[in-house]
């Protein structure tokens, strides 16, 4: 359950400039909002929540709470985007929208260093 807290803390903070909490180590790259490359973004978010509940054990041996293991899981997501937009390049090229969507979400990893 810590790990959804800390997805609900970003979530927070993203959607309402709720502070994330002192106990959550934060690259103050997020603070920036006028590097959207860096910017972690609510759909990733809420599929890192959709992956914790189905796929973690209730007791972990990590926590999302330090930003070294929470930057790797967010890069992940973004790589993951990547391999599906360039697996599926010719299907975005052929389609305005999706190529409209995927301009809009460009996949740059988070600075894992804070």
Known sequence: MESLSVVHAYTQYLQFSRPLPSDIDV???IYARHKPERQIYEWQ???LAREIILNCPTR??????TWSQFAKLINTIKDLEEKVYIAYRPLFQNNMLLEIF??????ISVATAP
């Open 102 to 107: 995927s301009s809009c979400a460009p996949a």
């Open 45 to 47: 978010l809420d599929l």
């Open 27 to 29: 690259n103050p790259i």
């Open 60 to 65: 972990g041996t990590k926590t999302l709470k």
